[in-house]
């Protein structure tokens, strides 16, 4: 009779550690992921502050003007489409608008505060991180599961140094010069579309281009595509980098999986740390 | 015996769950070639990671002329890094640089040197690995055993005093085997660095190398010559030394020793109480000193020459044959007795006298070896006996039977 107690005991103990399991574990889900998250942010900002000490190393120059080249040149006429194309639909969109409350005048205002603010920095990043962010990862996967990242440390240069310094130094500077030239551009586009094609005033427009525009605006367009460029080549070089700990895939797929990861990714932060950026500017 | 180069204490590495290496222990000594064998997968590149730290160890000490390393400070352990080069497995050329830029990129990151002193240095290495053609290409564009070249080339240019190769041969057909094994032998013996060599080329490496270290169980279960360990009583010999082996040797195309045996039993099995057969134990004496004046590709094509000659003169009659040391072989000449065996030994010797020492000849061409001529005699014994007899003692009497049957002088001037 005791003995049946004792069992019965033991299983109803047994059933409520079941039930707290069960009402825990969404719990521990989300504390888990977000242990990794900040574990992974903890990993990137000594990766970036590493990356960013050996920006300065002798050697460096050539490596930074191949970068700027890679990173920079050749996403010239990317972004100039884009550019161009996003000109001319605010052009036509903020026209169409305008005009039907008479205030068409403002137009060049318009296009210009919106591409140097936000447009510009925000579409330059995000093309240069779907164009060359996902090279980068790519390259420097595969130098790692291919174990040129370990030839490297073999030959004392450091890894560090020769990989990640030159494309973050190339991302910052290339990042700006590249929004400025969205900005131009953009600014072109909607006179296309809203002069030479809608017929707005060519004087009105680029007038209220040149007043409305403070030395805050661009100035702060530079801050975020500073920010944005600092935020895509760490993402990116640091995915590639660590391509080989991925625990849901290994070898070429883990190469794929961390592309993707870090474009997506690079995409979200961008969006994210827009609105930071834009909160203590404004 | 003098300090060890290198040497690991009680060093035990996990990865996760599962030990990798247990409490191992080894000594590596300055100048000499060391091969750690074993089983694939058992340990061995991740040993040879943790001497160049690429790996740490969970627990115990590796020690750098008797100093621990997590001892040194970072100048030395930087002066400790800067003495070692690392040839890895699958050769880690960087695939969007030319073999030339491949070559020159530790000079160019990790030196001062002038651009015309490090072209003079890099075209030097890829002159001496037979790359001239190769030096704008990309390692994609190569062959597997030219890529190998190109990261010997890359790991021997900036002239390291302790070279780590992994698995240097792994992917290679025979000839590119010995090919890659001679260069690093001529290397080794040219610049006078330590090898530490990971390899299953049994016994192909046992030339090359002065010290064998067995990786076995996740612990080294022998450190000593390649002749102790043709004498080590372990199971290693049997599970990773045999299956090493495989069936046929490719240098010599004899049997391997546990196919000799097998074929033994099966034959003299057959036999009847009273039937007789032969044992032949063949030595090629002196193979120190072809290799020291003649180089190794001689000395391979020495070893080479013997197992084709014994296989052709004895094959052709139902005997069976194997190397049983690296200059030892022997023949069961099943169906012959003393006298049969004596005349056949005979015609051996004069076709071996009259062709064979044309392979080491030109082996030794090859090599453009330093002396040019070398004198080396074989020693061959024969004894008879009845299917009863164990074949180790046949063996060990036809070895005491050995005398000189024939002296060969090779001279590279003729």
Same mark, same amino acid.
């Given at each position: 009779?005791?003995?049946?107690?004792?069992?019965?005991?033991?299983?109803?103990?047994?059933?409520?550690?079941?039930?707290?399991?069960?009402?825990?574990?969404?719990?521990?889900?989300?504390?888990?992921?977000?242990?990794?998250?900040?574990?992974?942010?903890?990993?990137?900002?000594?990766?970036?502050?590493?990356?960013?000490?050996?920006?300065?190393?002798?050697?460096?120059?050539?490596?930074?003007?191949?970068?700027?080249?890679?990173?920079?040149?050749?996403?010239?006429?990317?972004?100039?489409?884009?550019?161009?194309?996003?000109?001319?639909?605010?052009?036509?969109?903020?026209?169409?608008?305008?005009?039907?409350?008479?205030?068409?005048?403002?137009?060049?205002?318009?296009?210009?505060?919106?591409?140097?603010?936000?447009?510009?920095?925000?579409?330059?990043?995000?093309?240069?991180?779907?164009?060359?962010?996902?090279?980068?990862?790519?390259?420097?996967?595969?130098?790692?599961?291919?174990?040129?990242?370990?030839?490297?440390?073999?030959?004392?240069?450091?890894?560090?140094?020769?990989?990640?310094?030159?494309?973050?130094?190339?991302?910052?500077?290339?990042?700006?010069?590249?929004?400025?030239?969205?900005?131009?551009?953009?600014?072109?586009?909607?006179?296309?579309?809203?002069?030479?094609?809608?017929?707005?005033?060519?004087?009105?427009?680029?007038?209220?281009?040149?007043?409305?525009?403070?030395?805050?605006?661009?100035?702060?367009?530079?801050?975020?595509?500073?920010?944005?460029?600092?935020?895509?080549?760490?993402?990116?070089?640091?995915?590639?980098?660590?391509?080989?700990?991925?625990?849901?895939?290994?070898?070429?797929?883990?190469?794929?999986?961390?592309?993707?990861?870090?474009?997506?990714?690079?995409?979200?932060?961008?969006?994210?740390?827009?609105?930071?950026?834009?909160?203590?500017?404004? | 015996?003098?300090?060890?180069?290198?040497?690991?204490?009680?060093?035990?590495?996990?990865?996760?769950?599962?030990?990798?290496?247990?409490?191992?222990?080894?000594?590596?000594?300055?100048?000499?070639?060391?091969?750690?064998?074993? $089983?694939?997968?058992?340990?061995?590149?991740?040993?040879?990671?943790?001497?160049?730290?690429?790996?740490?160890?969970?627990?115990?000490?590796?020690?750098?002329?008797?100093?621990?390393?997590?001892?040194?400070?970072?100048?030395?352990?930087?002066?400790?890094?800067?003495?070692?080069?690392?040839?890895?497995?699958?050769?880690?050329?960087?695939?969007?640089?030319?073999?030339?830029?491949?070559?020159?990129?530790?000079?160019?990151?990790?030196?001062?040197?002038?651009?015309?002193?490090?072209?003079?240095?890099?075209?030097?290495?890829?002159?001496?690995?037979?790359?001239?053609?190769?030096?704008?290409?990309?390692?994609?564009?190569?062959?597997?055993?030219?890529?190998?070249?190109?990261?010997?080339?890359?790991?021997?240019?900036?002239?390291?005093?302790?070279?780590?190769?992994?698995?240097?041969?792994?992917?290679?057909?025979?000839?590119?085997?010995?090919?890659?094994?001679?260069?690093?032998?001529?290397?080794?013996?040219?610049?006078?660095?330590?090898?530490?060599?990971?390899?299953?080329?049994?016994?192909?490496?046992?030339?090359?190398?002065?010290?064998?270290?067995?990786?076995?169980?996740?612990?080294?279960?022998?450190?000593?010559?390649?002749?102790?360990?043709?004498?080590?009583?372990?199971?290693?010999?049997?599970?990773?030394?045999?299956? $090493?082996?495989?069936?046929?040797?490719?240098?010599?195309?004899?049997?391997?020793?546990?196919?000799?045996?097998?074929?033994?039993?099966?034959? $003299?099995?057959?036999?009847?109480?009273?039937?007789?057969?032969?044992?032949?134990?063949?030595?090629?004496?002196?193979?120190?000193?072809?290799?020291?004046?003649?180089?190794?590709?001689?000395?391979?094509?020495?070893?080479?020459?013997?197992?084709?000659?014994?296989?052709?003169?004895?094959?052709?009659?139902?005997?069976?044959?194997?190397?049983?040391?690296?200059?030892?072989?022997?023949?069961?000449?099943?169906?012959?007795?003393?006298?049969?065996?004596?005349?056949?030994?005979?015609?051996?010797?004069?076709?071996?006298?009259?062709?064979?020492?044309?392979?080491? $000849?030109?082996?030794?061409?090859?090599?453009?070896?330093?002396?040019?001529?070398?004198?080396?005699?074989?020693?061959?014994?024969?004894?008879?006996?009845?299917?009863?007899?164990?074949?180790?003692?046949?063996?060990?009497?036809?070895?005491?039977?050995?005398?000189?049957?024939?002296?060969?002088?090779?001279?590279?001037?003729?």
């Amino acid at each position: 009779m005791a003995l049946n107690a004792d069992s019965q005991s033991l299983s109803k103990s047994k059933a409520r550690g079941q039930l707290g399991r069960l009402l825990t574990r969404p719990f521990a889900a989300i504390g888990g992921a977000a242990i990794s998250w900040v574990d992974n942010l903890g990993a990137a900002s000594i990766f970036l502050l590493s990356a960013f000490l050996k920006i300065l190393r002798p050697k460096q120059a050539p490596k930074i003007v191949q970068q700027i080249y890679y990173i920079g040149a050749r996403s010239t006429l990317i972004v100039m489409l884009v550019g161009l194309f996003t000109g001319m639909v605010m052009g036509l969109q903020s026209y169409s608008a305008l005009v039907k409350i008479g205030a068409e005048g403002v137009l060049g205002t318009l296009v210009a505060l919106t591409l140097v603010r936000e447009l510009g920095p925000v579409l330059t990043a995000i093309m240069i991180a779907a164009r060359a962010g996902s090279a980068i990862t790519a390259e420097i996967g595969i130098q790692r599961i291919s174990e040129q990242i370990d030839a490297l440390d073999t030959m004392r240069i450091d890894p560090l140094r020769y990989l990640i310094s030159p494309r973050i130094t190339a991302s910052i500077i290339s990042f700006p010069l590249l929004t400025a030239l969205f900005d131009l551009i953009g600014i072109t586009g909607g006179y296309i579309s809203g002069v030479l094609l809608l017929g707005a005033n060519a004087g009105t427009y680029l007038h209220r281009v040149q007043a409305s525009m403070e030395m805050k605006d661009v100035t702060g367009g530079f801050i975020k595509a500073i920010v944005f460029a600092v935020i895509v080549s760490t993402v990116c070089c640091y995915q590639g980098y660590f391509a080989h700990m991925r625990t849901d895939s290994h070898g070429a797929k883990a190469v794929g999986l961390s592309t993707t990861s870090g474009v997506v990714l690079s995409c979200v932060l961008i969006c994210v740390a827009d609105y930071v950026v834009t909160s203590l500017l404004i | 015996m003098d300090t060890p180069l290198i040497e690991f204490k009680d060093v035990t590495k996990r990865f996760g769950p599962q030990t990798v290496l247990e409490r191992v222990n080894l000594q590596i000594y300055e100048g000499q070639v060391t091969t750690i064998i074993g $089983l694939s997968g058992s340990g061995k590149s991740v040993l040879l990671k943790h001497i160049i730290g690429l790996l740490k160890p969970d627990e115990g000490t590796i020690l750098f002329r008797g100093k621990p390393l997590t001892t040194m400070n970072k100048n030395e352990k930087a002066a400790f890094l800067a003495q070692i080069s690392y040839m890895f497995q699958d050769n880690a050329l960087f695939d969007s640089m030319t073999v030339y830029e491949n070559i020159a990129l530790p000079l160019r990151e990790t030196t001062n040197l002038k651009k015309a002193e490090i072209d003079r240095r890099v075209t030097a290495r890829i002159e001496q690995s037979e790359l001239s053609d190769a030096a704008n290409k990309y390692p994609s564009e190569l062959s597997g055993g030219m890529q190998k070249r190109a990261a010997l080339a890359r790991a021997m240019v900036t002239d390291p005093q302790i070279v780590l190769f992994d698995e240097p041969t792994s992917g290679q057909d025979p000839v590119r085997k010995n090919a890659i094994l001679g260069m690093i032998a001529q290397y080794q013996r040219k610049f006078g660095f330590t090898a530490i060599m990971v390899s299953h080329e049994i016994p192909d490496v046992y030339f090359i190398s002065n010290r064998i270290l067995a990786l076995y169980d996740r612990v080294i279960v022998f450190q000593g010559t390649p002749e102790e360990l043709e004498n080590f009583n372990h199971p290693f010999k049997d599970e990773v030394i045999h299956s $090493l082996e495989g069936l046929q040797e490719e240098l010599t195309g004899l049997y391997s020793k546990r196919q000799f045996k097998v074929l033994y039993h099966a034959q $003299l099995k057959q036999k009847t109480l009273g039937e007789t057969y032969s044992v032949v134990v063949f030595t090629l004496e002196s193979l120190d000193a072809i290799i020291t004046s003649l180089g190794y590709e001689a000395a391979l094509e020495a070893i080479h020459s013997m197992g084709v000659y014994i296989d052709k003169h004895f094959g052709a009659i139902g005997g069976f044959s194997t190397r049983r040391r690296t200059n030892e072989f022997v023949t069961v000449l099943p169906y012959s007795n003393l006298t049969e065996a004596e005349s056949m030994l005979k015609d051996f010797v004069d076709d071996f006298q009259e062709h064979g020492i044309r392979g080491i $000849l030109a082996g030794a061409r090859k090599q453009a070896a330093s002396e040019l001529c070398a004198e080396f005699t074989i020693l061959a014994g024969i004894a008879q006996s009845q299917p009863i007899v164990e074949i180790d003692s046949v063996i060990d009497s036809a070895k005491h039977q050995q005398k000189e049957i024939a002296r060969l002088r090779c001279d590279v001037r003729r």
